[in-house]
């Protein structure tokens, strides 16, 4: 039973163009969310993150919004780069004495030249 | 600053044989967690130290599976006997708070057992 999923297993975007990537939860006790990139043969890589608290969080060219009645959460980056071109996860954690993360599956963005 | 290091990379072995993976973390950081990504699915969570106590073992799959941290600095996580199903990339992540402070990834070891 997947608590975070990741709809899209792939995404194609065109350089210069946004990139949005989807997440979403089941899970009500989820109150930190973050994001990670991941290169091949590498591990992941943190890129941003954000608290239930807030609906927003920004950082250069990439911003994350979360939705809690909605139980989503997007990540935008803009302008997209073809550096940007990874495989990006969404993960949550409760924090209430459990501080391990639950990832979603993983969407694939191909940023294109 | 040195980040989070894995060894070996890769390690391929035979079904009912024995492997030790290593995880090195960030200098100074308690908090130190294993995962692992079987092929397809996502990476799941399989145990949280805090210096050299286990916190939280809720995902190892099995007793196969024992993991220690002795003196709070590096890791080794040992399967023992490996079957099949074990195959699949084991990552480790270190954290100085584990509320606060983000989770930083080694490169994984990708375990192959034939």
């Known amino acids: 039973d997947q608590q975070v999923k990741q709809n899209s297993p792939s995404l194609s975007v065109q350089e210069g163009r946004i990139s949005i990537l989807n997440c979403d939860y089941t899970?009500?006790?989820?109150?930190?969310f973050l994001w990670y990139k991941k290169y091949p043969a590498e591990g992941p890589t943190f890129l941003i993150s954000?608290?239930?608290?807030?609906d927003k969080n920004e950082d250069g060219r990439f911003t994350v919004f979360l939705n809690k009645s909605a139980k989503h959460l997007s990540l935008h980056i803009v302008p997209s780069q073809p550096g940007d071109s990874a495989v990006y996860f969404c993960?949550?954690?409760?924090?209430?004495?459990?501080?391990?993360?639950?990832f979603g599956k993983g969407t694939k963005l191909s940023v294109i030249p | 600053e040195a980040g989070v290091t894995q060894f070996p990379s890769h390690s391929v072995i035979e079904k009912g044989q024995t492997v030790t993976l290593r995880c090195d973390p960030i200098?100074?950081?308690?908090?130190l967690y294993w995962y692992r990504r079987v092929m397809g699915k996502e990476i799941k969570f399989l145990l949280h130290?805090?210096?050299?106590?286990?916190?939280?073992e809720s995902g190892m799959p099995n007793n196969r599976f024992l993991a220690e941290r002795t003196g709070g600095t590096y890791s080794t996580l040992k399967v023992q006997p490996a079957e099949l199903e074990d195959s699949g990339v084991y990552f480790c992540?270190?954290?100085?708070?584990?509320?606060?402070?983000?989770?930083?990834f080694g490169p994984g070891t990708r375990l192959t057992v034939l």
């Open positions: 954000i608290s239930s608290i807030k």
């Open positions: 130290f805090v210096k050299e106590s286990k916190q939280d």
């Open positions: 993960a949550a954690s409760s924090g209430a004495g459990s501080y391990q993360l639950t």
């Open positions: 200098s100074g950081h308690d908090n």
């Open positions: 992540a270190s954290s100085q708070h584990p509320v606060t402070d983000t989770q930083y």
């Open positions: 899970n009500s006790m989820f109150d930190y």
